[in-house]
């Protein structure tokens, strides 16, 4: 079973342009949600997470959107760029013991000139 | 710099040939994992390691095994058994109690 399940599977932008990549998970005992960002032949990087205290985290042109009462989250980007077209990934995770990082399965953004 | 460093990069097998990536980490990480990523796929759980001499089936364990007799090591061997090998393969590794994954650069497999 999916905990974490992510959508769209493959998203074209527009430079300049918004993308918004959607995340829903149902286990309320998640507490740290993470997104990373894979480039072809390179591993998963860490590019921003949020804890579900906050409603909203920004770090340059990425932010996170979390509702906790949906338990939906998402990644905006902002002011897309070419640099940007990657795989994302969203994952939850629990605070306890190992194999506590759930991944969604992966939206692939392309970013057109 | 600390890091996962993951060898080789790219791997050729032969049908019927099992063949071992490596990984090792000097993040003084616990936990190990390998992860298998197929074309425009998500990461799928092979395997993964809590502690030295110890280690856990992940989603798809058929046809692959492991060993973790260093903790800064953690060898995935992909055997004959594996019908359908080519494929991304993905070490990471985290603290426990620590929010996270560390990933390394991957290893491609490719069977010929």
């Known amino acids: 079973q999916q905990q974490v399940k992510q959508s769209p599977q493959s998203l074209i932008v527009q430079k300049g342009g918004i993308s918004i990549i959607n995340c829903a998970y149902e286990?309320?005992?998640?507490?740290?949600f993470p997104w990373y960002q894979q480039f072809p032949g390179k591993g998963p990087a860490l590019l921003i997470a949020i804890r579900p205290d906050v409603s909203e985290k920004k770090e340059g042109r990425f932010t996170i959107s979390f509702n906790k009462s949906a338990k939906q989250f998402s990644l905006h980007i902002m002011d897309s760029q070419p640099g940007d077209s990657a795989t994302y990934f969203c994952?939850?995770?629990?605070?306890?013991?190992?194999?506590?990082?759930?991944f969604g399965t992966g939206t692939r953004l392309t970013v057109i000139p | 710099d600390g890091g996962i460093t993951q060898s080789p990069k790219y791997l050729f097998r032969k049908e019927g040939q099992n063949v071992t990536l490596s990984c090792e980490q000097n993040l003084n990480h616990d936990a190990m994992y390998w992860y298998r990523q197929d074309p425009g796929q998500g990461l799928r759980l092979i395997y993964y390691s809590q502690i030295v001499n110890d280690f856990q089936k992940g989603d798809i364990a058929e046809g692959y095994s492991v060993s973790r007799e260093k903790k800064e090591s953690f060898p995935l061997t992909v055997t004959s058994a594996q019908k359908n090998p080519t494929a991304f393969y993905l070490c990471?590794?985290?603290?426990?109690?620590?929010?996270?994954?560390?990933f390394g650069s991957g290893t491609r497999l490719t069977v010929v």
């Open positions: 286990n309320t005992a998640f507490d740290y």
């Open positions: 994952a939850a995770s629990l605070q306890t013991g190992a194999n506590n990082l759930f």
């Open positions: 990471a590794s985290s603290l426990p109690g620590v929010y996270g994954y560390t």
